[in-house]
């Protein structure tokens, strides 16, 4: 049901109405002009999609949608009703829902870095840390050999790179104790690294899968962590 038209029928858009009012608060009424002045039909369904998949996250977790400071509501409003991918708008959802929850914590920033991801990207960072957190692969560890294998063609390390999610440390492959103590051999050694998830990495994926639910494991985790 992804027409706008079939969901009005329905009855199901007047609770994406009520979750919609509720995540823009005071202004709700000002961008409900908008999208019916200026916005295709094909800005609209994404967007109701994305805040179909809101609701979805919002609900599992057993949460109330709450306002989105606009500093944050207008760009990700912006950037999902442009995508209809179905990774990123689960993605630009998972934002929206956590932003409507903890929006001193998301930062702007997740904006940004989620309108420069394609959709392999997006999958293959979400793969990547999918086994840091069942710690395979030596996690945070990104194996260098992912550069020639299981890297989707469209998806590229310089990007992570340069958006800030993963970071290389070099060190000195081979190096022996003795080496330690004769530098004509250290020199002679190849320079070798590996990539890591950065800690923003880490954040970024975290408010983009949604807010977990209110008391969870997950949640004292992080809370004891953080102490």
Not at 161 to 177: A, D, F, H, K, V
């Given at each position: 049901m992804n027409d706008p038209g079939e969901i009005i029928k329905s009855g199901a858009g007047e609770k994406i109405?009520?979750?919609?009012?509720?995540?823009?608060?005071?202004?709700?009424?000002?961008i409900g002009l908008m999208l019916g002045d200026t916005v295709r039909v094909y800005r609209v369904k994404n967007l109701i999609k994305t805040t179909q998949k809101t609701q979805r996250l919002l609900q599992e977790a057993g949460l109330s949608a709450n306002a989105?400071?606009?500093?944050?509501?207008?760009p990700i409003?912006?950037?999902?009703?442009?995508?209809?991918?179905?990774t990123l708008q689960d993605m630009w959802a998972g934002l929206l829902a956590t932003a409507?929850?903890?929006?001193?914590?998301?930062?702007?920033?997740?904006?940004?870095?989620?309108?420069?991801?394609?959709?392999?990207?997006?999958?293959?960072l979400q793969q990547m840390h999918d086994n840091h957190s069942r710690g395979i692969g030596g996690s945070p560890w990104v194996r260098r050999s992912s550069l020639t294998w299981g890297i989707p063609p469209d998806a590229s390390f310089d990007t992570y790179?340069?958006?800030?999610?993963?970071?290389?440390?070099?060190?000195?492959?081979?190096?022996?104790?003795?080496?330690?103590?004769?530098?004509?051999?250290?020199?002679l050694r190849?320079?070798?690294?590996?990539?890591?998830?950065?800690?923003?990495?880490?954040?970024?994926?975290?408010?983009?899968?949604?807010p977990s639910a209110a008391g969870s494991e997950s949640d004292a985790t992080t809370h004891k962590s953080d102490q």
């Open positions: 109405a009520d979750l919609f009012n509720k995540l823009a608060g005071p202004l709700a009424e000002e989105v400071p606009p500093r944050l509501l207008l409003m912006e950037a999902s009703s442009l995508e209809d991918n179905e409507s929850q903890d929006t001193d914590a998301l930062s702007p920033s997740f904006v940004e870095t989620l309108k420069q991801l394609t959709p392999d990207e997006a999958r293959y790179e340069r958006l800030g999610l993963i970071r290389r440390e070099y060190e000195l492959t081979g190096l022996s104790p003795e080496d330690r103590f004769n530098l004509d051999r250290v020199v190849e320079l070798d690294y590996r990539y890591k998830l950065t800690d923003y990495a880490l954040k970024f994926m975290q408010a983009s899968q949604g």
